[in-house]
């Protein structure tokens, strides 16, 4: 009897140790998956950041040229007539520090695109804010003055219709070789005038389209990873 009594004790602590030791295990194996949880998230911040950095450093260093319309009524043939006889006073600013605040103004961009090479180029201008209510982009050639394309962007069209490709507004040109061209950009809206604009060539633009793809995926797998631990921890 005093036999059975003291394996009984012996077992009794035995199972003591093991379900404490069950217990640091879980509690070692939750901090385990909130440190995941913490690098997951910093990696998703990290993927973020390169790709802003990369947007930065792989779009063309653009000074913006602008003009404010106070009365909203000049249209782009008044524009074009007036900056081709040297009428209009353009102000300067920073692409990426184009904001005009609220305003009932029009604002003008001009753009100078140029293609030097011997073969057609494709470049590419994109306003970075979607929330402007009307932007018109008429593309002339300056050695003619010839307008070749113009093309209305409105948040107040559906999605589907005209900027499906991308969030922003984008307007792709297709530059004949060794010519000069004048993008003119009017802007019309009851939201902040934000204009943070890049230009890119075709092979900028496709990097940083593969890159958005790359973080996309690694976005799914980092929420998917986020969500199992959540799951695993209640």
């Given amino acids: 009897f005093c036999l059975s009594r ?29 440190i995941f949880c913490i690098v997951n ?5 990290l993927f973020n950041l390169l790709a802003i950095i990369a947007s930065l450093s792989w779009s063309e260093d653009t000074v913006l040229k602008f003009y404010r319309d106070s009365s ?6 008044n524009i074009i007539k007036r900056d081709f006889n040297k009428q209009l006073t353009w102000r ?22 140029s293609n030097s090479d011997l073969k057609q180029q494709k470049k590419h ?6 929330l402007l209510d009307h932007v018109d982009a008429y593309l002339v ?4 003055n010839n307008l070749i394309q113009h093309t209305h962007f409105s948040d107040y069209l559906p999605f589907s219709d005209a900027r499906q490709h991308d969030k922003y507004y984008l307007f792709s040109y297709d530059l004949l070789p060794q010519t000069n061209y004048t993008a003119y950009l009017r802007v019309e809206t009851q939201s902040s005038m934000t204009l943070p604009v890049v230009v890119f060539s075709e092979d900028e633009y496709i990097q940083e389209l593969k890159l958005w793809k790359t973080i996309g995926f690694n976005e799914l797998n980092i929420f998917q990873n986020l969500s199992k631990d959540s799951t695993a921890m209640i």
Avoid: H, M
Wanted: net charge positive.
């Fill in 41 to 45: 998230l910093l990696k998703f911040g």
């Fill in 92 to 113: 300067s600013v920073a692409a990426s520090n184009a904001n005009f605040g609220f305003t009932n103004d029009a604002i003008w961009l001009r753009i100078d695109l």
């Fill in 141 to 144: 050639n300056s050695s003619n």
């Fill in 6 to 34: 003291g394996l009984g004790d012996v077992y009794k602590r035995q199972l003591i140790a093991n379900i404490q030791n069950l217990i640091i295990k879980i509690r070692c194996l939750r901090c385990y998956r909130k």
């Fill in 72 to 77: 909203a009524q000049l249209t782009a043939t």
């Fill in 125 to 130: 201008i994109r306003i970075n804010y979607p």
